[in-house]
């Protein structure tokens, strides 16, 4: 037996589906590649994301590099802005709800009205940038014209140091995405429910002539009430464009122009062409879909979802176990335009319908 | 840069002669080490295997034995030395060969049986569709989980060398700091490059170089590694995207 593979051959110290791997095991969404992947403790890393790098020739490639992410500094998070005092969490670091682009939020206090909020602070890197910062108040006012329920508002801007930060209100609950990631799919009543409330909150961007550009699980709120009754807000417009302002119509044959999710962008977004709430009906489709199925409808690299969400067809049968009309709902918002133009406007008749 | 270098040429020799190219030869001449080269391989890929047998619906222990009877199969029926081409990927030869195995071995299972190869199953086509309806859509077929199953196991295997090679110089703690900046997408915020230049006494200068010191040395070690299972070094390329579809495909089912 020497020289055969024996059963001392096999480590199974090793195995990758030990049962306590299994049980600390957390489904994930690379937020570059799209791709789901489990990630353990011990094996957080998209698997795809690295084997893409080793084609890349590994730190050449420009998705490798950490020195371009955002990244809090230390003084950040010391920071105290104005009578917003940064909530820490058990290891004494500032408790941190999410980060984007431009910037990162954080959980705060307002010392003076005693109560949280949500605090977005712009990145250190962007401070010396002058068209960034300029992006950054635009993005504070564009949400502070928006008053909904289901939109989180923005009451202050303010500015500490040279670091520019607004003060918005805090929504207690968790991310849309983390819903669904816990539960895998959602049940059709609570997920309609929840397209109803993003809806009405879109009609509200919509008024102010704004475009979101950015519907995503990861940007709406959800929290579940006694009784059952679900509660759903529009977190950070922080890609919100006016209609018909230059920018909305960014073409991806300008490299880093487009703006948004591939996995839920709109296919005139993609396209460059000009854009209105309807693209952000699109995401919400993609969104409803994801919702009902535990999955994005369309998934790979940014350039292959680009493609599929522009060309492919849909794949409906997916959806055959609901009942026709609220499956209707995710096909209408998931409508191409043009030339189709049918997909419903928010305040008209996707509301209706639902 | 030198030691690491060294170190990496260190394992060279146990590359060369456990290459899938190399191992195949070796069988087809009975060259003497070739099954030590062939478990040092198997070594590394025996979970997809026994996952593969497992989704089948055999218990962990038959799962076991066959994994282990299929290695010996290899083995003692000189399957290697009569693989006619030289090309092909180690991990297709693999799954095609299992897949015969379990073949034979549920043929001879059944022939035990009275009645042999005969069925007679009722099928309630009301209920199975109720049930049908009920499961997720599932597109994933055991061939392509075993592709995924494979290029987590290769990820984990070029992450484990790297550790080892660490380890051996007294590095430990100095890839234990590093190692979250390999994180391609940096999923999860990072140290400062000042905290870990701190806890490692170096300055940040010399952080960044190692930081780019380990990223190189990773990318190697992956490619190495895909270039042990693949006959011919031009399929390196081919072969990564390939792992990269059945990664994606299998939408997060694989656990590392």
Excluded at chain 1, 156 to 177: I, N, P
Aim: net charge neutral; aromatic share 8%.
């Amino acid at each position: 037996m020497g020289n055969t593979v024996n059963a001392d051959a096999i480590d199974r110290s090793e195995e990758p589906g030990k049962e306590a791997g299994l049980e600390q095991h957390e489904i994930r969404t690379c937020a570059a590649c799209g791709a789901r992947f489990s990630a353990t403790k011990e094996n957080e890393f998209c698997p795809v994301c690295m084997l893409r790098n080793v084609l890349a020739g590994g730190v050449e490639s420009g998705e490798f590099s950490s020195e371009d992410s955002v990244k809090p500094t230390q003084e950040d998070r010391a920071q105290r802005f104005e009578h917003y005092e940064l909530v820490k969490g058990e290891d004494g670091t500032p408790v941190e709800l999410g980060h984007g682009a431009m910037g990162v939020t954080y959980k705060a206090f307002d010392a003076d009205l005693r109560c949280p909020v949500a605090l977005k602070v712009i990145s250190e890197k962007y401070l010396g940038d002058a068209p960034a910062q300029l992006r950054f108040l635009r993005e504070a006012r564009s949400a502070a014209s928006v008053r909904h329920p289901n939109v989180a508002s923005v009451f202050h801007l303010g500015k500490t140091g040279s670091s520019y930060f607004y003060a918005m209100e805090f929504v207690e609950g968790e991310t849309l995405e983390k819903f669904i990631r816990r539960s895998r799919c959602l049940e059709v009543n609570i997920a309609l429910e929840i397209v109803a409330q993003v809806t009405a909150g879109l009609a509200a961007v919509h008024k102010q002539k704004l475009v979101h550009r950015d519907i995503k699980p990861s940007n709406i709120m959800v929290s579940l009430e006694d009784g059952g009754a679900v509660s759903a807000k529009i977190i950070d417009l922080g890609l919100a464009k006016s209609l018909g302002e230059p920018g909305t119509q960014t073409a991806i044959s300008i490299p880093g122009a487009f703006a948004g999710t591939p996995a839920y962008a709109s296919p005139e977004q993609f396209a460059g062409l000009p854009i209105d709430i309807r693209s952000d009906l699109y995401s919400l489709g993609a969104t409803l879909w994801e919702m009902l199925t535990g999955r994005v409808p369309f998934r790979g690299a940014p350039g292959e979802v680009m493609h599929q969400h522009q060309q492919r067809r849909y794949r409906w049968n997916n959806l055959r176990m609901f009942r026709n009309p609220w499956s209707c709902c995710s096909r209408r918002c998931c409508k191409r335009i043009p030339p189709g133009a049918r997909r419903p406007l928010p305040n008209s008749n996707l509301c209706c319908a639902l | 840069m030198k030691d690491d270098q060294s170190s990496l040429a260190g394992g060279v020799n146990r590359f060369q002669t456990t290459r899938w190219s190399v191992v195949l030869a070796s069988a087809r001449s009975e060259a003497p080490g070739y099954r030590e080269a062939l478990a040092d391989l198997c070594k590394v890929y025996w979970y997809p295997l026994y996952a593969f047998i497992r989704h089948r619906g055999s218990s962990p222990e038959d799962a076991q034995d066959l994994v282990q009877g299929f290695f010996l199969h290899l083995i003692e029926y000189k399957t290697l030395s009569r693989v006619d081409r030289s090309k092909g990927k180690f991990r297709s030869f693999l799954l095609a060969s299992l897949q015969n195995y379990l073949s034979n071995e549920n043929d001879r299972a059944r022939c035990l049986k009275r009645g042999g190869k005969a069925e007679f199953v009722y099928i309630d086509l009301e209920k199975a569709e109720d049930r049908f309806e009920l499961e997720p859509v599932e597109e994933l077929t055991p061939e392509k989980i075993f592709d995924a199953r494979w290029a987590i196991a290769l990820l984990g295997e070029a992450m484990n060398r790297l550790s080892r090679e660490y380890m051996a110089q007294g590095k430990e703690s100095t890839f234990r700091a590093l190692r979250a900046f390999l994180d391609p997408i940096n999923t999860k915020r990072l140290p400062s490059h000042e905290e870990v230049a701190a806890q490692l006494g170096v300055s940040v200068g010399s952080l960044k170089t190692q930081i780019h010191r380990l990223r190189k040395q990773y990318t190697a070690t992956v490619r190495e590694e895909i270039s042990r299972t693949v006959s011919d070094s031009a399929d390196v390329d081919m072969e990564t995207h390939a792992l990269c579809q059945a990664l994606i495909a299998a939408e997060g089912w694989v656990i590392p």
